[in-house]
């Protein structure tokens, strides 16, 4: 494995729009989805097969995953796998199973929380009943060669609980591994954490389950995304989680602000000598076409240094 290399998973198309009070129509969704790939993006979330009653926004997921399949067809990479773009969507239940085999998406992401009452709101469940529900789903996924992620919600702290010790993560973590997840996203939901806390937590959650099979998934609230990232990066987590322009929430996470930006992101990686495979100026036109689609200013803040600096 490259020491160097860093993948990137950009949620902007799920993470980014769920949170949306207006509709955004099908067609920016997939607008943004190419543009990303014509950014370099690699591993792509597109949508969420969850409840429509309950986060509307994501109802369209089958629509955005059959054009950004059809358009990736004709760009000649039918064999999405190499070279490589891996669409990947939430998945809660068997019914968003379901859809997500219809869609023919190559990464399901089963979700709970290290925070009981965070699950409830979330998917009116507890973990123990959310990990039981998991296990149809990736018996599932893997009958039909999906990688499956696990992600882990409120692990830096719940808008509910508050404090969530470091040790909760990481017990969640070895329940999703034992029934079958590949791949651990370690959410900070409401992005509360600070650098030392990041460093227990995933140190807990590595011990667990082996820290290259971590991700970060760092929202950025209180500033902290960057710094969480550089706590988990020096540890040796080499995924992180990140949202084109910083859009989005959480809507079951009243006033939780987006993932760190990707363009911030990359600007940090590249800067510190890491390969990330994505291209800053594509990244910049993604950001900058959704912002004017959903019609609120650019928000990243070294996209829109980068384009200050060109325009001098
Ligand atoms: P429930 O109401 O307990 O479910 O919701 P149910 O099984 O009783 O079904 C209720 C209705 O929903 C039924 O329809 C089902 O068919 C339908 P009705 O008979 O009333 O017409 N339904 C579905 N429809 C489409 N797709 C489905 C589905 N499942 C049921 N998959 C449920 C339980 C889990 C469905 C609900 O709570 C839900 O959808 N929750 C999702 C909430 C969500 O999407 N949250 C945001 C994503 S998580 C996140 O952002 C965190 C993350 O970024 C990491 C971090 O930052 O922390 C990943
Ligand atoms: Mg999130």
Redo the contacts with the bound molecule.
């Keep these: 494995m490259n020491d160097r290399r860093v993948s990137v998973v950009e949620?902007g198309p799920?993470?980014g729009l769920?949170n949306e009070p207006q509709p955004v129509s099908t067609a920016d969704k997939l607008a943004l989805c190419q543009n990303l790939i014509e950014a370099g993006v690699s591993r792509l979330e597109a949508a969420?097969?969850?409840?429509?009653?309950?986060?509307p926004q994501?109802a369209d997921g089958l629509d955005v995953l059959a054009g950004v399949t059809a358009w990736l067809n004709t760009q000649g990479q039918a064999q999405r796998m190499s070279p490589k773009v891996a669409l990947s969507a939430?998945?809660?239940?068997?019914?968003?199973?379901e859809?997500a085999v219809q869609a023919g998406v190559d990464e399901v992401?089963v979700?709970t929380?290290a925070s009981e009452a965070?699950t409830q709101k979330?998917?009116?469940?507890s973990i123990a009943e959310s990990i039981d529900r998991f296990k149809p789903v990736i018996a599932q996924a893997l009958q039909a060669g999906m990688h499956v992620r696990g992600?882990?919600?409120?692990?830096l702290g719940c808008p509910y609980e508050g404090a969530v010790p470091a040790a909760k993560a990481a017990e969640v973590a070895q329940r999703l591994a034992d029934v079958g997840v590949m791949e651990f996203?370690v959410?900070?939901?409401i992005g509360v954490g600070t650098p030392g806390q990041t460093r227990a937590v995933f140190h807990a959650v590595g011990h667990a389950v082996g820290l290259s099979r971590v991700a970060g998934?760092f929202?950025d609230t209180y500033g902290q995304a960057l710094a969480n990232t550089l706590a988990a990066l020096e540890l040796g987590v080499r995924t992180f989680?990140s949202s084109i322009g910083g859009l989005g929430g959480?809507?079951?996470?009243k006033g939780?602000t987006g993932?760190v930006a990707t363009e911030d992101l990359v600007y940090m990686l590249e800067g510190m000598g890491y390969e990330t495979g994505l291209n800053m100026a594509g990244l910049i036109h993604a950001g900058q076409t959704i912002a004017q689609a959903l019609g609120r200013p650019y928000a990243s803040r070294a996209g829109r240094a980068l384009l200050a600096y060109r325009t001098r």
């Design positions: 949620v799920r993470d769920q969420a097969f969850v409840s429509p009653k309950w986060v994501m939430l998945v809660p239940n068997q019914k968003g199973m859809l992401v979700f929380a965070f979330n998917i009116n469940c992600s882990i919600s409120c692990a996203d959410a900070d939901t998934h929202h989680h959480c809507p079951y996470a939780a993932n």
